[in-house]
């Protein structure tokens, strides 16, 4: 196959859904975007017979689809068969992506197009310098096929030969975790017996991702990040919780050793910043509740306001964040809305948010409100798009016009219009039943995770839905 593109500066067309904005900052130099608004490939086929233009090439990111792979195959054909058919110089359509089976389940398109190409990278967010190199090949002149970049074939195979099925037997399907497992398990290691322990075990000791735990002040987020980083570290995930509520530092009293530690030592009563000015030295600045479980916060007694200045920022944070989530299964930082307003800028480094609201329409009122003042339209959206919504103190008894008060009401209310923030509609990551337990934590040093199979079970699903990303 070979691409021939004329002039020198390229055209794109970019495929790309809510990522289109991100994407565009990742292109060189000559390169020109010929469309200013996000498509998907749901929506391709409007735009490409509008008589819209088309560019000099075609990128696809994993953000174009619905998740849905009969219709994201059956769209990505149309796409394919339409440039085949109206393009005489057979435009590359190139889709980077981080799903390592794309290329097996679009093996059929690769074979029969040969304009279309797909690039994997084995990193949890692909680098820019993927997209950019990846753009910089297509807008060669003459030249081959783009290779594959940051491709790991080794985790394919793997994958592809573990277990291998007897004659005769079903395929088995495949959890969204399987993908992550980095070895082969033994039957020695598979205890559990219930389908949650199953699937949280299946879960690689190589995947991070990085939560924020956010929402309106007192509804639950110091609680919801301290259960579910209890949770990950009894199910053998590496965890670590950034409490970025500077103001409050509320992890004192969920940790007590914590805040013991903290009024002796005045480099671990600054523990957060010391964090954030050296990501690198965390086994030094953090503090490790247990085994491979971390804290890093601020101890009632610090008060540096230069210090805090000079580290308490978004270009620190997003450092840190960088070397954790090469470190850590989980990243989990408690983070109250309104302190997006100073950390927009680490958004974007931000896998997942959960989003903790209570089901009654005060906590759903004060949530959209608090976004609407602290984001403009644009972060809102982003915001939206990337949450997940907790229900926490889960009132089984409240109601909402005549009705029970559903977990899934909270979203259909978001989602109903009563602010410009919530323009789509959020999954439910899970529910915190309301016990006396949510606020005893305090007192007990014991996390509710820790006190009945209810809690167990309601942060353990909660945690396998956030680590599925948004």
Request: proline residues 4%; glycine residues 4%; contains cysteine.
């Amino acid at each position: 196959m070979i691409f021939s593109l004329v002039g020198e500066h390229m055209k794109l067309l970019i495929v790309s859904g809510e990522f289109h904005r991100i994407a565009t900052q990742y292109l060189p130099k000559k390169t020109t975007v010929i469309h200013p608004h996000a498509l998907e490939l749901r929506n391709l086929s409007e735009y490409l017979n509008g008589g819209n233009p088309v560019g000099d090439a075609i990128l696809i990111t994993d953000q174009a689809f619905t998740q849905k792979p009969g219709l994201d195959r059956e769209q990505l054909t149309l796409l394919l068969e339409w440039v085949q058919e109206n393009s005489t110089s057979r435009l590359p359509v190139v889709l980077v992506t981080r799903d390592f089976m794309k290329p097996f389940e679009l093996g059929m398109l690769t074979q029969r197009f040969d304009h279309f190409n797909i690039i994997t990278s084995d990193t949890v967010r692909i680098p820019a310098e993927v997209y950019r190199s990846a753009i910089e090949q297509m807008s060669q002149k003459g030249t081959a096929p783009v290779a594959p970049i940051h491709n790991d074939y080794k985790t394919e195979t793997t994958y592809i030969n573990e277990n291998p099925l007897k004659p005769g037997q079903p395929e088995k399907k495949r959890s969204f975790f399987d993908r992550f497992r980095s070895k082969p398990e033994t039957s020695a290691d598979r205890t559990a017996t219930d389908r949650l322990s199953r699937d949280i075990a299946n879960i690689s000791r190589g995947i991070s991702r990085v939560v924020a735990v956010t929402g309106h002040r007192g509804n639950g987020l110091t609680s919801t990040a301290v259960n579910l980083a209890h949770e990950a570290s009894k199910r053998g995930l590496s965890s670590i919780i950034i409490d970025m509520d500077t103001e409050y530092r509320s992890m004192n009293m969920y940790f007590s050793r914590f805040h013991d530690v903290t009024n002796k030592d005045e480099q671990m009563s600054a523990s957060l910043i010391r964090t954030l000015a050296r990501p690198q030295d965390y086994l030094t600045t953090a503090f490790n509740i247990k085994d491979q479980f971390w804290l890093t916060s601020l101890g009632y007694s610090f008060n540096d306001h230069k210090l805090m200045e000079q580290f308490y920022n978004s270009e620190k944070l997003v450092g840190l964040l960088s070397v954790l989530r090469t470190k850590f299964n989980l990243v989990l930082l408690d983070m109250p809305l309104d302190l997006l307003r100073s950390f927009q800028e680490t958004m974007i480094h931000i896998d997942v948010f959960g989003m903790c609201i209570p089901n009654n329409l005060h906590a759903i009122l004060s949530t959209a409100r608090n976004v609407e003042v602290v984001l403009d339209r644009e972060k809102a959206a982003y915001l939206n798009a990337k949450s997940k919504v907790i229900v926490t103190k889960y009132n089984d008894r409240s109601r909402f016009q005549g009705a029970l008060f559903t977990p899934d009401k909270v979203n259909d209310i978001l989602a109903s219009g009563i602010s410009d923030s919530f323009q789509y509609e959020m999954k439910t990551a899970g529910v915190v039943p309301y016990s006396h337990a949510f606020d005893s934590q305090i007192e007990t040093d014991i996390p509710m995770t820790n006190t009945g199979a209810e809690f167990e079970k309601a942060f353990g699903q909660m945690l396998l839905r956030l680590m599925e990303g948004a």
